[in-house]
């Protein structure tokens, strides 16, 4: 048994507690919270700073650890799409190296639980050993060519079958985004989909995703035609992207909208008339900024009361795989967002969006969410010296 503490403890599902001390057993499970001066100083472990649950990683392609500063930034989605198709195949060692190493970081950054795009079976190895829980999404996609959905379905298919669900782990078959999947193949998606179930897709990362929908314009034209894909018979809604999505999922599962860059008032609202607290949001500010250079308008989801989460995205599309490194980037340039508002997105919300908050996501009695420590005081503000130490 250890009985850990620290100036603040942030439990999430309840208030601060100054010199909180913390009790849990050897696997980590909470026994108790209390405070300081109910505890013998000589029992105690302690720690300046702030003591926080395990953090949760809701978007992450570990998959593509090993094209960490190949896509150059900055160049927008279509060219960054283009490398990561045209980069992938390289010698199987590399990509089972840089496939432990990121599980490693995402570790020692404090990570205890990640939801994670797979299109091959690479990762499956390192995620059965890993302490992480993962949720894995099987990611389909067919350049949303109905005569392609059978194929594709199948294939991917057999990745999936291939993912463990041992250790606490979960998987799904999942649609990539919008632009990329047929009807034929979302229908197809939908028949394995159950209520416990996460879903996640891509939503809205670049102007043109939602111009290619409202009005058949934008450089998703050059992209299809980049890869000799007809899309003669795509005819546009005269409605954003999100809604081709919403027409075509099931409302009944958790659903992950990630990225949203460009997502408006009136998309929150119409996900959330559609599955209202089913509805999640994961945003990866440095993804964002590394291959758009900008950032949703976080204001439109606190008004209307998203259930946001966060993200870290691959290697790919980022400089690490660190939590407290995207809530940094948030607060540097959304300054407005308060520090426990943020902690909520990296905690309980992401928990609660994977199906993980039974155990993971707040410090509460029973529960074994890890704890981490951050070198913050009373001012809570993080830094560029935030750093994160994990405790248990």
């Known amino acids: 048994m250890r009985q850990i503490t620290a100036d603040i403890v942030f439990p999430i599902s309840a208030p601060p507690v100054k010199n909180g001390v913390i009790t849990i057993d ?10 300081r001066e109910n505890h013998e100083s000589s029992n105690l472990e302690t720690y300046e700073g702030i003591i926080v649950p395990g953090f949760v990683n809701t978007h992450c392609h570990l998959e593509l650890s090993h094209m960490k500063s190949v896509a150059p930034t900055g160049t927008g989605l279509l060219p960054f799409l283009k490398t990561v198709v045209n980069f992938r195949d390289v010698s199987e060692d590399q990509i089972m190296t840089a496939i432990k190493a990121g599980d490693l970081e995402m570790q020692q950054e404090g990570i205890v639980a990640v939801g994670d795009i797979s299109n ?15 949720y894995t999404f099987v990611e389909m996609f067919d350049f949303m060519q109905n005569d392609w959905a059978d194929k594709t ?103 992950l909208f990630v990225h949203n860059t460009m997502t408006g008032s009136e998309d929150i609202q119409k996900a959330h008339d559609w599955g209202g607290k089913n509805v999640f949001w994961a945003t990866c500010a440095n993804a964002n900024l590394y291959i ?101």
Not at 26 to 35: A, F, V
């Open 26 to 35: 050897s696997n980590g499970k909470i026994l108790n919270i209390d405070q």
């Open 120 to 134: 091959k079976t690479d990762t499956v190895a390192t995620k059965s050993k890993s302490p992480i829980r993962y």
């Open 153 to 255: 379905f199948d294939d991917y298919y057999k990745v999936f079958e291939e993912q463990s669900n041992g250790n606490g782990n979960r998987k799904s078959c999942v649609p990539h985004a919008p632009y990329t999947v047929s009807q034929k193949l979302f229908s197809k998606l939908k028949k394995e989909t159950n209520k416990g179930m996460t879903i996640s897709i891509h939503n809205q990362e670049t102007p043109h995703e939602d111009a290619f929908f409202l009005n058949k314009t934008g450089d998703f034209l050059k992209f299809y035609e980049t890869f000799q894909i007809s899309i003669d018979d795509f005819k546009p809604s005269g409605k954003t992207a999100i809604h081709y999505a919403l027409e075509n999922m099931n409302p009944s599962c958790r659903t």
């Open 292 to 392: 758009e250079n900008r950032m949703p308008d976080y204001q439109k989801f606190i008004d209307n009361d998203a259930q946001m989460t966060i993200g870290t995205d691959s290697l790919t599309s980022n400089w690490q795989l660190s939590i407290i490194d995207e809530m940094r980037t948030i607060s540097k340039f959304q300054s407005y967002i308060p520090f426990e508002t943020l902690l909520k997105w990296a905690t309980l919300n992401g928990a609660k969006a994977l199906g993980f908050e039974e155990d993971l996501g707040s410090i509460e009695v029973g529960k074994t969410p890890g704890l981490n420590l951050l070198n913050m005081n009373e001012s809570l503000k993080i830094t560029n010296d935030t750093k994160v130490k994990k405790l248990a």
